[in-house]
Nanobody
Framework: QVQLVESGGGLVQAGGSLRLSCAAS????????MGWFRQAPGKEREFVAR????????YYADSVKGRFTISRDNAKNTVYLQMNSLKPEDTAVYYC??????????????????WGQGTQVTVSS
């Protein structure tokens, strides 16, 4: 059974930083790309970032480019999202997801087959 468990969310002031982690189990972690999505109240879940199986390819939503960094440690079966210069509009529940393939740049939720339970990030102004 595949499990993805996020951690690291919390309350932070605008301009601050947080680092999210997602620990994976139940499948060969290093064989799949991983992604982060977020969902704010009343809005659809949206793509944030994606990283290929090797970590050599990273892709970001325009809204977070230059502020967020996705990375992974295949030895620890963990993917990270470093979030800097946070803004109130970054407030959302953040989800990690496992891609269906090792490569690619997909931002489509349907191209991810396993999801974590989410972690709340709240940025105060």
């Amino acid at each position: 059974q595949v499990q993805l468990v996020e951690s690291g969310g919390g309350l932070v002031q605008a301009g601050g930083s947080l680092r999210l982690s997602c620990a994976a189990s139940g499948r060969t972690f290093s064989a799949y790309a991983m992604g982060w999505f977020r969902q704010a109240p009343g809005k659809e879940r949206e793509f944030v970032a994606r990283i290929t199986w090797s970590g050599t390819g990273t892709y970001y939503a325009d809204s977070v480019k230059g502020r967020f960094t996705i990375s992974r440690d295949n030895a620890k079966n963990t993917v990270y999202l470093q979030m800097n210069s946070l803004k109130p509009e970054d407030t959302a529940v953040y989800y990690c997801a496992s891609g269906r393939t090792a490569w690619g740049t997909s931002r489509n939720r349907n191209d991810y087959d396993y999801w974590g339970q989410g972690t709340q990030v709240t940025v105060s102004s």
